[in-house]
T-cell receptor, first 113, second 111 residues
């Protein structure tokens, strides 16, 4: 069964460093999403991406964040200058039908020290 | 903007018990998601439903669109069902946009 994959599974970085979280969505999917979950809190939407552009973003997704689909398979989330409060689990999801039937990746746990 | 509320927040059950987790939302929606989050953190989509009832193995999800309420039932619960169960609804109700998540229900099934 096709699945969404994410790398790395755990990333530790120092405050102020740039990180890139990588996702490989399911191959025929057209809609891509990033969510995050701070430890002990609920999952929050960050950004959605369709047709090579951002279709929606939340208040969390400020200028420090960017997304890219550099080739036909990867979908990346970049945080330019990490802060302690960026420590969270980041989930990628993809879909062929918008909010219908989203498939989630296993997550990347980001720890900012 | 949709508000998603789940209850209970925590649930402890004995193996074999019938489990019910509730979810209510404030804005009429096109569909609602039930997700399972394992202790390791990964999220698995269990159901996406827009009306009536869906069943997958021992899991049953129901939704009442008029009452803006959904339930997730687990029959003959097992320790491996221990996880956090999360419901999520479209932010604006439709099929576009993004999902709003509930806080989750942490289920612990004791042998």
């Amino acid at each position: 069964e096709p699945e969404v994959t994410q790398t790395p599974s755990h990333q530790v970085t120092q405050m102020g460093q740039e990180v890139i979280l990588r996702c490989v969505p399911i191959s025929n999917h057209l809609y891509f999403y990033w969510y995050r979950q701070i430890l002990g809190q609920k999952v929050e939407f960050l950004v959605s991406f369709y047709n090579n552009e951002i279709s929606e973003k939340s208040e969390i997704f400020d200028d420090q964040f960017s997304v890219e689909r550099p080739d036909g398979s990867n979908f990346t989330l970049k945080i330019r200058s990490t802060k302690l409060e960026d420590s969270a689990m980041y989930f990628c999801a993809s879909s062929n039908r918008g909010l219908w039937e989203q498939y989630f990746g296993p997550g990347t746990r980001l720890t900012v020290t | 903007k949709n508000e998603v509320e789940q209850s209970p927040q925590n649930l402890t059950a004995q193996e074999g018990e019938f489990i019910t987790i509730n979810c209510s939302y404030s804005v009429g929606i096109s569909a609602l998601h039930w997700l399972q989050q394992h202790p390791g953190g990964g999220i698995v989509s269990l159901f996406m439903l827009s009306s009536g009832k869906k069943k997958h193995g021992r899991l049953i999800a129901t939704i009442n669109i008029q009452e803006k309420h959904s339930s997730l039932h687990i029959t003959a619960s097992h320790p491996r069902d221990s996880a956090v169960y999360i419901c999520a609804a479209p932010h604006y109700g439709g099929s576009q946009g993004n999902l709003i998540f509930g806080k989750g229900t942490k289920l612990s099934v004791k042998p």
